[in-house]
Structure formats: structure tokens, C-alpha cells
């Protein structure tokens, strides 16, 4: 199962009841935060998560609202004694971005490993998920995430009988691993069943909608989207800025067929999103337009 809490669904400044965009994925342990405006800690601090499991740090763009909350962030951990390394992935020149915010961060306990996206497409596998970023159309170079988790077939007890393959080797084709045995290699694909229907998040904003969004969100569990304006008279607005509204997230979640899609990263100006719900759900039934600290733990179907 995959813990997911949108931390916060503003868009460009924080208000006083609506933090900055981020949100925290927790799966076996590990926690990966996707961007970190200011006052993430607090959101985090709010829904009883902690700091110092944070393994990833997603960062779609280098736009404030997104990042400016990454020097407090790596104090905090760094206080509480943190050692092991962190990874933080996103658009070409990370490593450069988040040094210059350490400025007033300088000395951490921990190593920094950067991931760099500089494709259009890449695929990272890290704490038993793969990460999946794609670039989409905002005034900088932006990137959504899916994160997947994959899930394999069912162990056929009876075809590993029949195999001859002792019990205590069992374990080892279900991992995937390759087992010999008295002279024979016995492989997983021998006693596993098709692969079964997993996870899939997909996270994504501050972009116009492209069709790369609907392709990585197919099928997804969670959608989680921004619709920067409810108005649909904010369109020319929307497309100036490069941003999205509410009516063109919704119908990117019925083209892509998600089982839930999450509104966020709302205008300064939106004081009630809620407002456009009977909007949003005619478009797309499944839709949510969500506050800050939205939770859902997301289980395999039986």
C-alpha cells in the first residue's frame, strides 16, 4: 500500500488557510516528497509524518512556490541528526539551484545525491517505486511524476511441485531471482503468474494540458492535477501563464481514464474552489477538489 498526503494546494503564495503545493508519498518506510515551498515543514508537522524518512525530494520546477522551502527543510533534518544520504531529482541545473539556496543552509550531516532530468523522459527506480518524470509546457522547464508500483504475478504452488524445486527455494523465484538446483537453473517466469495490476500515481503542475499528461496519467489511481482557475473565463489567463483550469483538468482525467483525480495548486484569487465542484464532477464524476492535507492510502486490488 502507498500513504499519500497532498500537503498543501495553493498555487504562488501561501494564504493564511492554504499552504504552498507539495505532497508526501510514504511506501515501506520510505517517505518522497514531491517540491517544497515555504511552509512544507509545517504541513508536514500538522499531519503527525516525519522528517527525517525522507529518502527523495521531487522538485517539478524552480519557480518559489515550488522550491523555497527546501533550505529549512534540510536544517530540520539536519538537526534531527540525519546522516544518510538524500536524493533530490529534477530539471537540469538542480544541483546548482539548491546550492545557492544552502547558502543559509551550509552544513548538513548528510550527503546530497542530485538526479538531473535533462530528457523529455526518464525513469528512476528508487525505494521499491519506479519514478517516472515527464516534461510538460510551463514558462520553465517543468516536470511532472508518476510513481508506480508494480506488482507480480500470483506463486503457482502446484507448477513449483511439479518442478521438483524444494520449498526453501521458493522465496527466491518469488524475489525474481534465478534458483540452480542439482545441475538445473529455474527462473521466476516457471512458477509466477501474469503480472498483476499495481499502483499508479501521477502528480502534475503548473502546465498547460498536453497530451504527454493524459498518456503517463492512463489508467492512474490517483491523479493529482492542478487547476489553477475555476473561471472559465480565465482561459486566455491560463494560457498566458501557462497554467491550467479547472474544466481542462478534468477533461484530461476523463481522456485519461483515472479512478480518482485530485484538484490543487489554486489561484491566490480562488478563495472557494469548492465553488466549482458541480463543474468539475460534470466533466468527471471521480473528481475531488481538495483542501490542504488530503489523505488516501491506496491498497492492491484483490
Partial sequence: MIDVCLLGTGGMLPLPYRALTSMMLRYNGSHILVD???????????IGWSFNPIDVICITHFHADHIGGLPGLLLTMGNAERTRPLTIIGPKGLEKVVNSLRIIAPELPFDIKFIELESDREEIEMCGLKIQAYRVNHKVVCYGYNFVLDRAGRFDVNKARALGLPVQYWSLLQKGEEVSYEGQTYTADMVMGNARKGLKITYC??????PVIAEYADKAD??????????????AKAKENKHMTMREAAELARQADVKEMWLTHYSPATARPQDFADMVKS????????????????????
Wanted: glycine residues 8%; charged residues 35%; contains cysteine.
Fill in 283 to 302: 466533466i468527471f464524476p471521480r473528481a475531488v477538489v481538495t483542501k490542504d492535507r488530503a489523505e488516501k492510502t491506496l491498497n492492491f486490488e484483490e
Fill in 222 to 235: 490517483l491523479f493529482i492535477c492542478e487547476g489553477m482557475y475555476g473561471e472559465d473565463d480565465k482561459l
Fill in 205 to 210: 503542475t503548473d502546465t498547460r494540458p498536453v
Fill in 36 to 46: 517544497c515551498g515555504e511552509g512544507t515543514q509545517n504541513q508536514i508537522r500538522l
